[in-house]
């Protein structure tokens, strides 16, 4: 009998128990992938891009290679969330944020100081995460939020979407997500450097011109807003001063008739060491890494192939630090390697985090190639020890 009454009781409190009635279904909502962010005249203006993950699902390609892939809203506001609220007055759907890869910001917003706004919006909102990718950029961000990556691939494999997949190739910038953007503006010397992306309109296809998404140099960024810029030729020394860096090149010229080669280099070490005498810092810098000759065409030494190695990125690694000092940059965070080496020097000689700096503040620079590979074994004689 008790069994028959409990189980009339389990039944009637089951009516009385929710279901998922605030749930929203999948389909009925939009999906933000990117967004970019302007500033002009007193407003923001926000570039929403909503991604079309139906077309994209289970596939590297869209479904339907014809179907739009993804499209951009536009709106102004005094404050990023006023114009994110106007572009909901035109959305038909719900709007979910916890997709959103990446976000570039133009020169304007980074220019007038806008930054700290930025990253507040991103940090306070619950369904945003710290692994969003950030970019500076110079270019219309209307037209950089439509570029379609090369063989109209998906959108999420993009350049910007995936960035680590490219930079595994090639690694010039180093890309920077949005945790590690709070983490090295609150840090000495609270400065960091983003990718600066542009459109590349060199592609052609059989439909002609083609575009694509490129990096082209770094955007310098403060607590206090840009310090400028640096384009690819002065730039090339921040990756051979990241431990990071996967792999890169050098080329140079070698040998008795001075022909180029293009070496690539991988296996990096980098170790920053503070020289502290009379309160005067110095640094002074060693970098290891293995060497791949990629061509031939004269019989060259491995100790030739270590010397130029050795010449080029101590060139680039010098010309980098002194068009970052033009900028009043330390764009090798060497405030923070004293900061955590020396840390009762730098509470004497930091001024806001920074310590001053000039050319003469690295010492040495050590380039140490521990290895050199020549490549394919039918081209091993090219190369004596």
Known sequence: ???????????????????????????????????????????????????????????EQPNNPQAQQAEIGHAKGKTIEDSLFDLYHSIDQKAFWGH?????????????????????FLTRYRETRYQIWIYGTKEPLDKLLVVTPINNKALTLSKLGDPINSFKQESFVRPIDLRKLVIGLNEPSHEVYLPLVSIDRGWVSSKGQSES??????????????????????????????????????????????????????????????VVKNENVQFDIEIKMEANVLGITEEITTEEIRQLVKK??????????????????????????????????????????????????????????????PGRESFIETITK
């Open 100 to 120: 959103i890869t990446y976000i570039i910001l133009s020169e304007e917003v980074m220019n007038n100081n806008k930054v700290n706004q930025v990253l507040d």
């Open 312 to 373: 080029q990125v101590e060139k680039e690694v010098r010309e980098t630090f002194k068009e970052s000092l033009a900028l009043n940059t330390d764009i090798y965070r060497l405030s923070e390697q004293l900061y955590r080496k020396d840390v009762k020097t730098w509470k004497k000689l930091e001024n806001n985090g920074k310590i001053d700096l000039t050319e003469d503040s690295i010492r040495n620079i050590k380039i140490n190639v521990v290895k050199v590979n």
């Open 1 to 59: 009998m008790n069994k028959k009454i409990l189980s009339i009781m389990l039944l009637a409190f089951t009516t009385l128990l929710s279901g998922c009635w605030d749930v929203t279904e999948p389909q009925r909502m939009y999906y933000v992938h990117a967004l970019g962010i302007d500033y002009k005249d007193g407003n923001y203006e926000t570039y929403m891009q909503i991604i079309d993950f139906a077309n994209i699902a289970k596939s």
């Open 213 to 274: 998404v490129e990096i082209k140099g770094i955007t310098l960024l403060s607590k206090e807003g840009l310090k400028g810029f640096l384009t690819e030729e002065n730039a090339n020394g921040i990756k051979w001063m990241n431990n990071e860096t996967i792999r890169s090149e050098i080329t140079g010229q070698i040998g008795e008739q001075k022909q180029f080669v293009t070496i690539t280099l991988d296996h990096l070490k980098v170790l920053i060491s503070p």
